[in-house]
């Protein structure tokens, strides 16, 4: 069971998606994340180890790497695209609720942006985290993030921005959720942010990146 799911894990930080996957080069030829994850269903493997030994520690590797400048944008990417495949096998199980999420995660770009790399790492790294993402997509008007809330009690938000000129358009997204869900836990980022950023529009916390996103998140359910 462990040779399989130190496969998988190596797939995912690697980014080998599949068989047919040309990339990485010295995996050419080889099983990616596809095969390996349906294999260990196969062989009995559990959904949850799969999720636990495997898929969210190479997440956990790959966003430390990327947070340390040792990888960049586009293998990050590729990773998240080996630990995709891998949830698709996975998907099943959610919804039957044999494997629990550690909860819900809202994210979109501020209306007015319509920037998303930095938006999609986010999603890709919290969900390779063990959370489910409810991705609103760009330039999402501050009455989707409102009703997005009230759709998923108890959830947290993630707003993005990239640009001088959107980062102000948070405040009033931060004021609409805090008035039809004063609880709800709030979280921005973009590159023309800061925590005092944050702090003076009211949201809970800024990350630099997606790995800082992920560290806090899991607080809140430590």
């Known amino acids: 069971m462990s040779e399989i799911l130190n496969k998988l894990h190596d797939c995912v930080e690697s980014g080998k998606v599949n068989l047919a996957a040309p990339f990485p080069p010295q995996m050419k030829g080889q099983p990616g994340a596809d095969e390996y994850t349906k294999e260990a269903l196969e062989q009995g493997v559990s959904p949850v180890d799969i999720m636990n030994i ?81 991705d609103l997509g760009i330039d999402v008007k501050t009455e989707k993030f409102a009703e997005a809330v009230l759709q998923y009690p108890g959830a947290i938000v993630g707003i993005s921005a990239l640009l001088t000129t959107t980062m102000n358009n948070m405040k009033p997204v931060v004021e609409a959720i805090r008035q039809v869900s004063p609880a709800t836990k709030i979280i921005v980022g973009g590159s023309p942010l800061s925590s005092d950023f944050a702090s003076s529009i009211g949201a809970d916390a800024y990350a630099k990146d997606p790995q800082e996103g992920v560290r806090w998140l899991d607080t809140l359910v430590a």
């Open 54 to 134: 495997a898929l969210i520690p190479a997440m956990d590797k790959v966003g430390q790497k990327f947070s340390e400048h040792k990888i960049f944008v586009p293998q990050m990417l590729i990773s998240a695209k080996a630990m995709n495949a891998a949830m698709q096998h996975l998907k099943p199980y959610f919804q039957a609720g044999e494997v629990k999420r550690k909860g819900t995660f809202i994210i979109g770009t501020v209306f007015g942006d319509l920037h998303d790399i930095g938006k999609n790492l986010v999603a890709m790294m919290i969900e390779g985290a063990g959370w489910e993402v409810i």
